[in-house]
């Protein structure tokens, strides 16, 4: 009898972080990877779009793998797809609205000739050695599911992000008796979502936002403006139904608004009569209170519908006074102070705000302590392995589990790229391999490293001091200059006496380099550097980027 090999699980992000999910698990030589996500940057990645999993473990494994399964079509979930999808070359597998995010996507990029596969909760499928069952989850988007994946050695789970929602919009509850059942014939390891699990107790059910909804568009008397996720499909439609409810019209703004909605009532997961639509043009001739603009800007973002119409920079719409503006999300972490400064924004073109500090506006997606241990308790897994959350996340969950009786020597709070291997007699974790982050910079992919990053991140704290001197190429005497150009150091004009200076240094060097018959430029260049930053930050206490040009004559 063939030996039956151990399941090596390692994360590739999703693991003390919020986002840029991608979890490799390996049996024999075959991989399966569960979802393909990116995160977004934080304050310090200046001018970066997007960050996405450094896959070059997989490139390494490239023939090992066998297919890419999606959990769900939030970003953090597919969003990195486009651009590692076209090096593996696999098939992927998700529910048809993942799927049609996806192909969005890449048609976005031109890439073409990728193996989409259509799979529905309750679906099983082989891929290789693995049977895969998709579970059916609630999510604050539609079409989530979990995955259970069976090998010759054990079964895993993979809840994927979820939330037990006894009342949910679409009346389609998260599958327990499947989880259950899987617990029943005994599973090895269960990786569960850790977004909320510091937070006791249960998370609201979606229902209670749509409660809310009902009262605000009964007291309002002017427009309503309603920004959310675009992908939260069930809060658009309680949105759109309470809308039709009190006779008022839907405005779509914001292009992730307009191209999810459009998907979502292709597919059937959201119902609003077309007559109800009015395009932006038209809402100067309606009464206000006959009036509902679904709008992006729910976290603040700098070039969403609402924020560019809180600033007053929205080409065709304008925030005025009267005007109630729901935000239906919670602040993604690290953009608490954006979501601040809109509101105040708001208020001062004369809104009226409503955010969850005011009432129950949102629910998060995403299960509290005591669904955690629901799960846990159902599936009774040997192993624990908590994942999707910052690393106070994935500590709070594992303490949940040992509480449950899950022994503290079989929970794993993984890193990312560290292997854990686990099997019926024994788990370990064992060889870290190369994982981290690649940064999307425009259409750049990975050609920004931390280099580049620090240089952006200095010039806007301290600015730009260029100098630009001639300098013969046979004797190394100083022929004009030095030319010197501040940007965002000192104001020129006002700092006649420091530039002087700066001048008197720069001839000094280049003369004393001549003197001693220095003809490298990258020499002198780097004493000049050297002698201006002492100079500057001696007088300025700052350390503005110097860039030092040489014209060889």
């Known amino acids: 009898m063939a030996k039956q090999s151990n399941l090596r699980i390692t994360p590739l992000g999703g693991i003390g972080e919020i986002g840029k999910n991608m979890t490799v698990i390996e049996y024999a030589d075959e991989i399966i990877i569960v979802?393909?996500?990116?995160?977004?940057?934080?304050?310090?990645?200046?001018?970066?779009?997007?960050?996405?999993?450094?896959?070059?473990?997989?490139?390494?494994?490239?023939?090992?793998?066998?297919?890419?399964?999606?959990?769900?079509?939030?970003e953090d979930h597919i969003g990195a797809t486009p651009y590692l999808l076209p090096e593996l070359n696999v098939p992927i597998y998700g529910t048809d609205l993942a799927l049609a995010l996806i192909e969005r996507k890449l048609e976005e990029r031109k890439v073409s000739g990728?193996?989409?596969?259509?799979?529905?909760?309750?679906?099983?499928?082989?891929?290789g050695s693995f049977k895969i069952e998709a579970i059916k989850v609630s999510h604050s988007i539609d079409a989530a599911v979990g995955y259970a994946l069976h090998t010759p050695a054990a079964v895993i789970v993979h809840t994927g992000d979820f939330k037990i929602d006894y009342t949910p919009i679409d009346g389609k509850v998260i599958d327990l008796a499947k989880f259950a059942a899987l617990g029943d014939k005994g599973v090895l390891a269960l990786m569960s979502d850790s977004t909320n699990a510091e937070t006791p107790g249960f998370t609201l059910s979606e229902s209670k936002v749509g409660e809310t909804f009902e009262n605000y568009f009964k007291k309002a008397t002017g427009r309503i403006i309603v920004a959310t996720f675009a992908s939260n499909i069930h809060r658009l439609q309680q949105v759109i139904s309470a809308s039709k409810r009190?006779?008022?019209?839907?405005?779509?703004?914001?292009?992730?608004?307009?191209?999810?909605?459009?998907?979502?009532?292709?597919?059937?997961?959201?119902?609003?009569?077309?007559?109800?639509?009015?395009?932006?043009?038209?809402?100067?001739?309606?009464?206000?209170?006959?009036?509902?603009?679904?709008?992006?800007?729910?976290?603040?973002?700098?070039?969403?519908?609402?924020?560019?119409?809180?600033?007053?920079?929205?080409?065709k719409l304008s925030m005025l006074p009267g005007d109630l503006v729901i935000i239906s999300a919670t602040p993604i972490p690290g953009n608490e102070r954006y979501v601040s400064n809109v509101i105040n924004m708001l208020y001062r073109k004369g809104a009226d705000v409503?955010?969850?500090?005011?009432?129950?506006?949102?629910?998060?997606?995403?299960?509290?302590?005591?669904?955690l241990k629901l799960m846990l308790a159902l599936t009774k897994p040997k192993y624990f392995i908590?994942?999707?959350?910052?690393?106070?996340?994935?500590?709070?969950?594992?303490?949940?589990?040992?509480?449950?009786?899950?022994?503290?020597?079989n929970i794993f709070i993984p890193e990312i790229g560290k292997v854990i291997e686990v099997g019926k007699r024994f788990s370990r974790f064992t060889e870290t391999v190369q994982a981290g982050s690649v940064i999307i910079d425009g259409l750049g992919v990975g050609d920004v490293g931390t280099v580049v990053l620090r240089d952006r991140q200095l010039l806007s704290q301290d600015g730009l001091f260029m100098i630009v001197v001639s300098i013969s190429q046979e004797t190394g005497e100083l022929l004009s200059g030095p030319e010197i150009i501040s940007r965002g150091f000192v104001y020129m004009k006002e700092s006649a006496g420091l530039l002087?200076?700066?001048?008197?240094?720069?001839?000094?060097?280049?003369?004393?380099?001549?003197?001693?018959?220095?003809?490298?430029?990258?020499?002198?260049?780097?004493?000049?550097k050297k002698a201006v930053r002492n100079y500057l930050y001696e007088n300025t206490k700052r350390s503005p980027m110097i860039l030092p040009i040489i014209i060889d004559m």
């Open 386 to 409: 908590p994942v999707h959350g910052e690393y106070r996340h994935l500590y709070r969950h594992a303490r949940l589990a040992e509480s449950l009786g899950v022994k503290k020597k």
């Open 500 to 528: 002087d200076g700066a001048r008197d240094i720069i001839t000094a060097v280049v003369e004393d380099c001549a003197k001693k018959q220095v003809a490298d430029w990258t020499t002198i260049k780097g004493r000049i």
């Open 246 to 315: 009190f006779g008022r019209k839907v405005c779509l703004s914001g292009r992730s608004m307009l191209k999810i909605a459009k998907i979502a009532t292709e597919l059937g997961y959201l119902n609003i009569d077309e007559s109800m639509l009015v395009e932006m043009e038209d809402l100067a001739k309606m009464k206000k209170n006959k009036i509902v603009i679904l709008t992006t800007g729910s976290q603040g973002e700098t070039m969403s519908g609402l924020v560019r119409m809180a600033a007053g920079e929205h080409r």
């Open 354 to 371: 409503i955010n969850e500090g005011v009432a129950n506006v949102h629910v998060s997606g995403h299960a509290c302590a005591e669904e």
């Open 35 to 74: 979802d393909c996500g990116l995160c977004f940057p934080r304050e310090d990645m200046l001018g970066v779009d997007y960050v996405i999993p450094d896959i070059t473990y997989l490139r390494a494994n490239k023939e090992k793998i066998k297919a890419v399964i999606i959990t769900h079509g939030h």
């Open 114 to 127: 990728i193996d989409l596969n259509i799979i529905a909760a309750g679906d099983s499928f082989q891929v």
